[in-house]
């Protein structure tokens, strides 16, 4: 094991193996079985691989993970359920984790605070710079983006402007920005003023092995699992994987799977994920749906590959133009061709061989579905080696490896600018064992 080292002030990046204590600040019920939090718990798993020891703090809710050190928040006793998105309730959620993070800064000696989402990275600022740690702000979408995606805002809002202005100030004051596209790396500069050189693009990324095709997987497990979930053999399934959610398009992909099951009955869709699974299963039996899709509920991360590989195609309706989209890696690694809305952050993953619908556009959408379950054998032959070349990009990528390399980079970086500004005459780092936790 990479000997973890107790410093007064960072070593020098490049001299000798150098193991960081990180702290994460997650502000969100960690750990859930959807986008941020995969990013979140993908990202703590490489960086301890590396030889780093990662401590998450968040809040009181949330699935343990097993390897991982989490610490929690006290709970309130009016609101003890699962939050997701934007909430009132979260001024008081974060409060909490700014007295534990506080804490855990006051009794561990943590290299670099690492700052997930716009509120990780206001608490990150301000604990910085009262310890004088570096702090990294790990950018998944626009603050007040969310907030209107989500309606939580309108841009009439009272709130927004001044929403607006506090998330700008966060995005130039943090040291270091990574951000889940290169299309929040240039919104970042252009429209929020962000020095380029403090900015780095680290997308979302999968593990290939993990997530993988059909073919696979052991002799039988897809079968029993198809079985289960009640879908004939000769079902033809489209797979999405993700929240429900009006802003990740899915009143639009119900509209467009009402066309599709017109022209195919055969058309299965296996729609999995939360929250307003009865909201949407009542939409669904309106538009005459009954029997041509199923609603999984939360998949548990674990299970997802398998849930996943059952897809003749994928779809990812997602309406935000600012938040990443990492289920569309799942169903590359899958090699699944996939049909997207057009919007930078699909383009981005999915380049030539992605199949786009227009955004917003039900009826487009149902047709880009319609081609992909075509039964002509050229056109199947012709999305099966899509299906190939998307895993195949995968691989190149997107694997978790790279990306935590480019993560330690980061801090190496500001740690080296910490040094040069610190006296170059602290005394000498001394290794000592793990923390008592």
């Known amino acids: 094991m990479t000997e973890i080292v107790d410093r007064d002030t960072p070593a020098q990046p490049g001299v000798g193996p150098v193991a960081y204590r990180v702290l994460m600040v997650a502000p969100t019920s960690f750990f859930a079985d959807y986008g941020c939090h995969v990013r979140i718990l993908e990202e703590a798993r490489i960086l301890n691989k590396l030889g780093h020891h990662v401590t998450v703090a968040t809040y009181h ?42 804490a855990l800064l ?17 608490l990150g600022i301000m604990l910085g710079r009262l310890t004088r740690k570096p702090v990294v702000f790990d950018f998944q979408g626009s603050l007040t983006g969310e907030m209107l995606d989500h309606h939580f805002l309108t841009p009439n809002s009272r709130a927004y402007r001044p929403l607006l202005r506090l998330e700008g100030w966060l995005d130039r004051h943090a040291p270091a920005v990574l951000t889940s596209s290169t299309h929040a790396q240039q919104l970042l500069i252009e429209r929020f003023g962000c020095h380029p050189d403090r900015v780095v693009s680290l997308p979302d990324c999968v593990n290939a092995e993990v997530f993988k095709p059909a073919a696979e997987f052991a002799p ?16 033809k399934v489209i797979v999405y994987l993700g929240l429900l959610a009006e802003y990740q398009g899915i009143s639009l992909l119900l509209e467009a799977m009402a066309q599709v099951a017109r022209t195919r009955p055969d058309a299965h869709l296996l729609l999995m994920g939360f929250p307003n699974v009865s909201d949407y299963q009542r939409r669904a039996a309106d538009l005459g749906l009954t029997g041509f899709i199923t609603f999984t509920g939360k998949v548990p991360y674990e299970q997802a590959p398998a849930y996943v590989a059952l897809g003749d195609v994928a779809v990812a309706p997602k309406l935000s133009l600012t938040e990443g989209s990492g289920k569309i890696l799942n169903y590359m690694a899958a090699g699944i061709p996939t049909v997207a809305f057009d919007t930078p952050v699909a383009r981005e993953y ?26 002509d054998p050229q056109t199947r032959a012709y999305y099966r080696e899509i299906g190939w070349r998307l895993r195949q990009r995968t691989l190149q ?41």
């Open 61 to 102: 809710n949330g699935d343990p993970v097993a390897g991982l050190d989490i610490r929690r928040t006290l709970p309130i006793p009016w609101r003890r359920d699962y939050e997701v998105g934007s909430s009132r309730h979260k001024v008081v959620f974060d409060a909490l984790l700014l007295a534990k993070t506080a």
């Open 397 to 437: 990528r997107f694997g978790w490896e790279g990306a935590g390399q480019v993560i330690v980079d980061v801090y190496g970086r500001l740690l080296g600018e910490s040094v040069m500004q610190a006296s170059q005459h602290r005394p000498a780092v001394t290794p000592v064992g793990r923390e008592q936790m």
């Open 106 to 122: 006051a009794r561990g000696r943590y290299d670099v605070i690492h700052a997930h989402l716009h509120e990780g990275a206001l």
């Open 220 to 235: 039988g497990v897809l079968a029993a699992l198809r079985e289960s979930l009640g879908i004939a053999a000769d079902r």
């Open 350 to 375: 999915l380049a030539a061989d992605g199949v786009y619908a227009r955004l917003g556009d039900a009826d487009h959408l149902a047709q880009q579905l319609l081609a992909c379950l075509s039964d």
